[in-house]
Structure formats: C-alpha cells, structure tokens
C-alpha cells in the first residue's frame, strides 16, 4: 500500500455528503426490492406510479419533470409498465408528439397494495416519523439549492 499522499481531511470518504447521500439511496433501494418485487415493479417503475396515482392523466413529460429525469429515458420504463397491463400510452390528439399515459383498472388497484410500503420503510428506517420529516425537508432544501446552481441561478 503506497502511503505517500498526506491525508486529508476534506477528502475522506466518510466526510463526503455525496458518499452518505449515495450509500444511503443504496441501501434505500435495496430496502424496497422485495417489497415491490411482491407488487412486480421495479423501484424506478414504483416512482413513476407514485407520479401516476397522484395525478392520472399526465404526460411523458410531466412525469420526466416530476421525476427529474430524461423522458427518454422514461419511455422503456413505461412501455414495460404498459405490457404488465398497469397503463395505457396514447398519443394526443392535440399534438401527435406528446404521449399521454392512464392508468389501468390494474393499475388502479395496485395503489391498493401499495399503502403498506410507507409502514415497512419506516419500520426499517428505526427513526421516528418526527425525525425522518426532518430529514427529508433538509434534502428537499439541498435539492433546490443544487438545482438553482445548475441553473446558474
């Protein structure tokens, strides 16, 4: 092991936001797998659901902006969710570019199975709720803050 860099502090992994920000998604991701295996939805898929229960009707592009994420990279992602029978992908009448997605009765009825997700990540989290509000409005606000450099605000 060559030793000849001085350490420093501002460079340790631990000390790194990025890295607890990272590990943490991670271990969140993997938290969810076997619940959402059980419903036959990827976590990625579950995001979109999510956007999709909370507002029927959108487009691939509300969801994209919902999501912040590339529609691109989204239209896979919902054309599996289409063939599973979850939704349904049209194309608008007003302008052909633009896709439109509902969901399905199944799809509907998938939110049903849903509703115990939040309790068993809780549960695993060993945080109280109190605290893990907390949490998620400092990430909330750091995203803003990112997200207004990005934009040269």
Known sequence: MDSSLEPCKALLLDNQLCFAL?????LMTKTYKPLLQ??????????AMLVLWET????V???SARLLTDPGS???LLK????????QRNRSKADERVVELRL????RAL??????????????????????????????????HLHQSLDGD
């Open 56 to 59: 029927d009707g959108l487009t």
């Open 111 to 144: 939110h049903e199975q849903a509703k115990a997700i939040p309790g068993c990540i809780l549960k695993s989290a060993g945080m109280p709720m109190e605290q893990l509000d907390e949490l998620k409005q400092a990430l909330f606000t750091l995203r803003k």
């Open 61 to 63: 592009g509300d969801i």
């Open 22 to 26: 990272h590990s943490t998604s991670l």
């Open 80 to 87: 599996r969710l289409e063939a599973q029978g979850l939704l």
């Open 104 to 107: 399905t009765a199944k799809g």
């Open 74 to 76: 989204l239209t896979p």
């Open 38 to 47: 059980e419903m036959g939805l990827t976590y990625p898929q579950y995001l």
